[in-house]
């Protein structure tokens, strides 16, 4: 939890205790379903919870801003996302429904409001938002094909609307096709942790 006040030193009450709670929720849910790495379990809050936060350091988004959490497994980066931005709404998809219970209790556990999560593949997601928001799902190509149809035109927020990914190692073959309209981020000029060498927020207007 320490690492997250380092970095977002404005928390709310609120904010403080809904994070908090997150290491406890995932060390009992993990034990019965292996949502997050068994040895990467005490890297939560680096390696999952601020990794997630690496688009809310990368981007503003307005009040009402509406956000589709794809392939969220057991909640990232929705759910740490949701805590951070609460004035935004979130809903987490994903095709494996034990994962997908997870995210859900955890929800409920930590009272978040501006949230839900549902067991449903990116192809039956039929929603419109201004963004879609993803972590180490599939390549982006893969991505965007599904996640078109989802990316409403109407505009209010200072990038226009599209896919917003979390991303590690040589990503160059994966975004060449998208060169020209991508916005790339390396997250070690926010984070100066080691992990975050060689991870990347990348952004693609749609």
Request: glycine content about 6%; charged content about 25%.
């Amino acid at each position: 939890m320490e690492i997250i006040e380092k970095y977002f030193n404005e928390l709310t009450d609120t904010q403080r205790q809904q994070l908090a709670q997150l290491d406890a929720l995932y060390r009992e849910w993990n034990a019965k379903i292996n949502v997050i790495s068994r040895k990467d379990i005490d890297n939560l809050y680096e390696h999952h919870v601020l990794h997630s936060l690496a688009i809310a350091r990368a981007y503003r988004f307005q009040p009402d801003t509406h956000i589709l959490d794809f392939g969220t497994g057991g909640g990232f980066p929705g759910i740490p996302l949701a805590i951070m931005l609460p004035q935004c709404t979130f809903k987490l998809i994903d095709g494996t429904g034990k994962k997908i219970r997870v995210a859900q209790e955890v929800i409920k556990d930590i009272g978040l409001k501006n949230c839900e999560a549902v067991h449903l593949r990116g192809e039956e997601e039929k929603g419109q938002y201004d963004f879609v928001v993803s972590r180490a799902v599939m390549p982006l190509p893969d991505l965007l094909k599904i996640v078109r149809k989802n990316i409403s035109r109407q505009q209010h927020n200072a990038i226009g609307n599209g896919v917003i990914c979390l991303k590690g190692g040589n990503i160059e073959n994966e975004i060449a096709a998208y060169r020209r309209s991508a916005e790339i981020e390396d997250i070690s000029q926010w984070f100066e942790e080691e992990w975050f060498k060689e991870k990347f927020v990348v952004y693609v207007p749609v």
